[in-house]
């Protein structure tokens, strides 16, 4: 199993900024793909930003030029730091990790950290 600690989240206000912070421990013999997924009050739950194993960025359009996402391998931890935010970012913040492990031979999962909400004021 593996473990997912999500932290960063709170209130800001329009135009403020957050970094959110995810570390992965348990049974992990690599990490492949690390990301992070929104959910609006109401809405579903949609991609924000994922990273990859070779460090290749993907984003969302609504947040293309305000959020970056990064990792550091070492401490298994993804980031996402969060500019320019609007109220239309408000929603609560997943983070995911695809791992394998233990061991080499055992398959890839994927796994969900608890969330944790930012609301941005208006």
């Known amino acids: 199993q593996v473990q997912l600690v999500e932290s960063g989240g709170g209130l800001v206000q329009a135009g403020g900024s957050l970094r959110l912070s995810c570390a992965a421990s348990?049974?992990?013999?690599?990490?492949?793909?690390m990301g992070w997924y929104r959910q609006a009050l109401g809405k579903q739950r949609e991609l924000v930003a994922l990273?990859?194993?070779?460090?290749?960025?993907a984003y969302a359009d609504s947040v293309k030029g305000r959020f970056t996402i990064s990792r550091d391998n070492a401490k298994n931890t993804v980031y996402l730091q969060m500019n320019i935010l609007k109220p239309e970012d408000t929603a609560v913040y997943y983070c995911?990790?695809?791992?394998?492990?233990?061991?080499?031979?055992?398959?890839?999962?994927?796994?969900w950290g608890q969330g944790t909400q930012v609301t941005v004021s208006s």
């Open positions: 990273i990859t194993g070779k460090s290749i960025t």
């Open positions: 995911y990790v695809n791992s394998v492990g233990p061991t080499v031979r055992d398959p890839a999962r994927g796994y």
């Open positions: 348990g049974s992990i013999f690599s990490i492949d793909a």
